[in-house]
């Protein structure tokens, strides 16, 4: 079992309130439900344990009790609202860097957010928008939804052979504290600017994905393919493809190619 906050707390270093929750559907939803409430400070929501976690494209997150870390930061804004990748991008390296100063545990990240461990996934982001007056707030909101594998075990079949965790069940580590605090401030300082120029460094350092040939997709199917070049400053993609010709997308999924462990 992993340890977990037993209160509830404000961080004395950013003054963002911290809940935890013994059990929710989607830590996201739970947010857009204290949006609708009247929130207009910054929080972050912690679960135990989700009963319908959401990831990217309509999927889910297995999120069973005390084996993981499911979390969702919110921020609010007068300003326009941060591009979605940007904010992605930023978030996969703010998790891998928690990560790694809890663990020592090099994770790496497949483009656009999701970070591996063993040639398995281990974590992933849905960041999603609450413009201002959607649920009449008086603010714009970025909801950044994060579930971590810990050291969660039994997977569902449709995943067992994709997912794996960063430590094992037996391992009665203290750590979760310590990465869900090294996310909260890591979001925190990153929303006072929203520069994406500080993290593209680490970001491309642990890529697993520049000089790999992949394929791109998005919600009507293939869209292109190639060997993936680089990153841009914004965090979007850049595939060479077989003519030579370079190409830039900022949204989609890749799939590795050749038979290669994604």
């Known amino acids: 079992m992993i340890d977990m906050y037993n209160k509830n707390y404000i961080d004395e270093k950013t003054q963002v ?16 439900r204290r949006i ?25 997150f297995y999120s069973p009790k005390d084996t993981g870390i499911y979390l969702t930061f919110t921020h609010f804004t007068y300003e326009a609202a941060e591009d979605v990748l940007k904010v992605t991008v930023a978030t996969s390296v703010i998790a891998a860097k928690a ?54 075990e039994d997977f569902p079949e449709e995943i067992s052979g994709k997912a794996g ?12 504290d310590d ?28 890529s697993v994905v520049i000089g790999r040939e992949v394929e ?5 199917g293939f869209v292109d393919k190639g060997t993936v070049e680089d990153f841009d400053e914004e965090g979007a993609i850049i595939i060479r493809k077989i003519s030579g010709e370079l190409k830039r997308y900022d949204s989609g999924e ?8 994604q």
């Open 36 to 60: 609708k409430e009247g929130a207009s400070k910054d929080f972050v929501l912690v679960a135990r344990k989700q009963t319908a976690g959401k990831g990217r494209k309509g999927r889910s």
């Open 254 to 261: 890749i799939s590795l190619m050749l038979n290669q462990n």
């Open 165 to 176: 965790a960063l430590i094992s069940a037996d391992n009665n580590s203290s750590c979760c």
């Open 99 to 152: 990560i790694k100063d809890a663990l020592n545990i090099d994770c790496g990240i497949k483009w656009v957010n999701d970070l591996y461990y063993n040639g398995k996934k281990v974590s992933g982001t849905l960041c999603e928008y609450i413009f201002k007056g959607t649920y009449e707030n008086i603010r714009n909101a970025v909801i950044v939804g994060i579930g971590i594998n810990l050291s969660t």
């Open 216 to 220: 791109l997709s998005d919600a009507s």
């Open 179 to 206: 990465i869900v605090i090294g996310i909260s401030n890591g979001l925190n300082l990153f929303f006072e600017n929203c520069d994406l120029n500080a993290y593209m460094p680490l970001y491309k350092k642990l």
């Open 17 to 32: 309130y911290t809940e935890i929750l013994d059990e929710i559907d989607s830590t996201n939803e739970e947010a857009k």
